[in-house]
């Protein structure tokens, strides 16, 4: 990667800015090693996903539908047919992984469906910020556009067609919402020879005119049977015609047929299965490994060619066409992987779901083009006269190492080399806007300024206020017009002294920004950076003030749960900053280092909302326990005195007596009386029945029931009291 000056400006671009990167090139450029090196070594929390499973397992990751949990029905944008796809149930530990991941891989791009893409999209908005694109998360795309395409069938396109220009990703409407750039990786791996190289592009570029179909058919050789020793493998358009292929081969070998099953552990679904379930093979018959040699001899590769030299119920020996070496082939395992969060660390890690353990071989006169994706062979036959697909004939062609090495069995004609007009305009437009290190250092200060924003944006705080006010008001201000009037009095706070100076605060840090080239190291706007964290965050201490000491015990269900959602979500923002803005007030603002501690905090909001209180707790997962206990209805043994009343050991007593009578006949306590009489009872001290029946709520049946009770509690409240 070094040497690669496209590979290196994808590398920056992924971890120093939070820009989308669609990353392409031909065949055998290096993007599967690219992704494979960013797995092991970025800082960022990532989720590498794939449309289909074998490509999921190559990539090192999960299938998009299974992460997201995805039917495969259209995804039809503004309609309700999406309903069954996006009501979302994931478990915490999925919300978690959402909420706290920096990258989102996707590997294979060219067959995901725009409406896929979209789909994406809306679960990621669902759990991250609504109004962003995949709900902020920075999206890295791998894939080609002139190799396989996404698979749309007929009525599936009547469906999406009012909707989308093309099934190809591109047309995804939340991805046109982006600014995503385009990155082409430019030098070949595969092939080193110029002149085939030269034909491959024109063949990609749909630029094949005569010369380079005459070029190409010099390689075709009818009835060509290579020596057995030679190795070469057939390229077929359909699965049918390489069965055929390999079970004739199979049948025509002299001596014992010998099978063996995979063993498979746990979960591993069938569409996932990375070899043949029963494996049935013969001495001499031609194979292909499915993966690299895990030992340090380095035998075979994941796409070399070989053959069974010996074989008997208890195993195989087999030898590579490459150097002719014989050793005995040993069962290797496979995982299904799913992600999860590490318990300690809490870092994104995969955890073994099931594993499918088998030799690492399938019978290989005879393969796909499809499952030849991503392989390179030494000799091909090559069969493309029923292409069906976009770029379907580049794929095949492109396998080979070399045009020496590649034999058509039929003349390639124009007819199949199919090619989508659409993905030409596109490849046209990405290449007239090649991103530079212009724009890498553009981004990576419009990264760092987001991240600082972020930091001090207090837009949810503010948002999360103003429902809950706005509910006390509306519905709640008859019982609790103290509350009321305490969150009236803090709502020009938080406007003037925390929104409008962070506002004024952003014009600082931007002239700060913009005026130093070493930005990132200026130690003006570091300490600028801690002295605003340290005066946002004494400014939020009012407000917690006010959170700590708000109790509405309510006995109406719908209500009691729209209060407790709007006291939660300014628990939880107000959580978020007041540990954000803790953070910063001793440490450098580094945007690695502020994106391990937004995931961290995030992660502990979730983890408190989930855990209980107990001792072992963590002290600020303690702090932050009973916020869902502020509305609970007073049926509860435990009663707690709201702000509001004006008598508090007498609304204890009466609160433990209606609990005590709704126990006794097993009943909510609203039933035996609602709240709003009870309050009003506590704060009017009645002392006749006609007193008592005048209450708001509790009237003459209630006088019936409970009257001599009640009197009786508040008549012996009053004598302690003055006693």
């Not at 494996?279 to 993966?291: D, H, N, R, S, V």
């Not at 040699?293 to 590769?301: G, L």
Request: charged share 30%; net charge neutral; glycine share 6%.
């Amino acid at each position: 990667m070094e040497n690669n000056p496209e590979l290196q400006l994808a590398w920056q671009f992924i971890e120093n800015t939070g820009t989308h990167l669609f990353l392409t090139g031909k065949a055998g450029t290096g993007k599967t090693t690219f992704l494979r090196r960013l797995k092991e070594q970025s800082p960022k929390r990532m989720v590498i996903l794939a449309p289909t499973g074998i490509a999921a397992i190559n990539a090192g990751g999960v299938t998009i539908h299974s992460f997201f949990q995805l039917s495969f029905a259209p995804f039809v944008p503004e309609t309700t047919f999406n309903s069954s796809q996006t009501h979302y149930r994931f478990s915490k530990e999925k919300r978690n992984i959402i909420r706290s991941m920096d990258l989102l891989v996707i590997d294979e791009i060219s067959m995901v469906r725009a409406d896929l893409l979209d789909a994406i999209d809306s679960a990621l908005r669902r759990y991250r910020d609504r109004e962003k694109p995949f709900g902020g998360v920075q999206l890295l795309m791998i894939g080609d556009l002139q190799q396989l395409a996404p698979v749309v069938k007929e009525n599936e396109w009547e469906m999406l067609k009012n909707y989308y220009e093309t099934p190809y990703f591109f047309a995804s409407r939340a991805l046109r919402e982006t600014v995503y750039m385009t990155i082409e990786l430019k030098t070949v791996y595969r092939q080193s020879d110029t002149f085939f190289l030269s034909l491959l592009n024109k063949i990609r570029e749909n630029q094949a005119d005569d010369e380079v179909l005459n070029e190409l058919n010099r390689r075709y050789q009818p009835g060509f049977r290579p020596r057995k020793e030679e190795g070469y493998i057939r390229l077929t358009t359909h699965n049918y015609q390489a069965q055929k292929v390999n079970d004739n081969e199979l049948a025509s070998l002299p001596g014992q047929t010998y099978s063996f099953r995979a063993e498979i552990d746990g979960t591993f679904p069938e569409y996932l299965y990375p070899a043949d379930e029963v494996l049935t093979i013969k001495a001499g018959a031609q194979i292909m490994f499915l993966k690299n040699d895990p030992s340090s001899e380095k035998r075979y590769y994941n796409g070399m060619i070989g053959e069974v030299a010996a074989v008997n119920d208890a195993g195989m020996i087999v030898r590579g066409k490459d150097n002719g070496d014989e050793f005995q082939l040993l069962p290797e395992e496979w995982g299904n992987y799913k992600y999860v969060l590490n318990e300690e660390t809490k870092e994104i890690t995969e955890e073994i779901e099931g594993t499918f353990r088998q030799y690492p071989i399938r019978l290989a006169w005879a393969i796909t083009i499809h499952k030849s994706q991503g392989l390179t062979f030494e000799r091909a036959i090559i069969d493309a006269r029923n292409s069906f697909a976009h770029g379907q004939t580049y794929v095949a062609l492109s396998r080979c190492k070399t045009l020496e090495g590649m034999v058509l069995e039929s003349p390639l004609r124009r007819e199949a080399i199919i090619s989508d007009s659409t993905v030409d305009d596109f490849t046209k437009e990405v290449e007239r806007n090649k991103p530079g290190n212009r724009q890498l250092h553009d981004m990576q200060k419009a990264y760092f300024f987001d991240l600082l924003s972020d930091l001090f944006n207090f837009y949810s705080l503010d948002q999360a206020y103003k429902r809950l006010l706005r509910l006390i008001d509306e519905d709640l201000y008859k019982l609790y017009p103290k509350q009321l009037a305490e969150y009236k009095e803090l709502a020009p706070h938080i406007k003037e002294k925390i929104v409008e100076v962070s506002q004024r605060f952003r014009n600082q840090y931007t002239r700060l920004i913009n005026g130093s080239d070493d930005y990132a190291a200026d130690q003006g706007l570091q300490e600028r950076v801690r002295s605003g964290a340290g005066y946002f965050r004494k400014e939020l201490e009012p407000v917690r003030a006010l959170f700590e000491k708000t109790n509405m015990p309510l006995d109406n269900k719908e209500l009691r749960k729209q209060l407790n959602e709007r006291l939660q979500a300014l628990d939880d923002a107000l959580w978020i900053k007041e540990s954000l803005l803790e953070a910063m007030m001793g440490q450098p603002f580094t945007v690695t280092g502020y994106l391990k501690l937004k995931a961290k905090v995030t992660l502990s909001l979730e983890d408190d909302s989930s855990s209980g209180s107990s001792p072992k707790a963590p002290k600020e997962k303690r702090e932050r326990k009973g916020r869902k206990e502020r509305t609970r209805s007073s049926s509860k043994a435990k009663v707690e005195v709201p702000t509001d009343i004006l008598y508090p050991e007498l609304y204890r007593t009466l609160s433990e007596w209606r609990a005590a009578k709704a126990r006794e006949v097993s009943l909510p306590a609203y039933i035996i009386m609602q709240q709003k009489a009870l309050m009003g009872i506590v704060n009017l001290l009645p002392d006749t029945p006609e007193a008592l029946e005048a209450i708001p709520y509790f009237g003459a049946k209630g006088v019936q029931k409970y009257g001599l009770e009640i009197l009786g509690i508040i008549r012996e409240y009053l004598k302690n009291a003055k006693s």
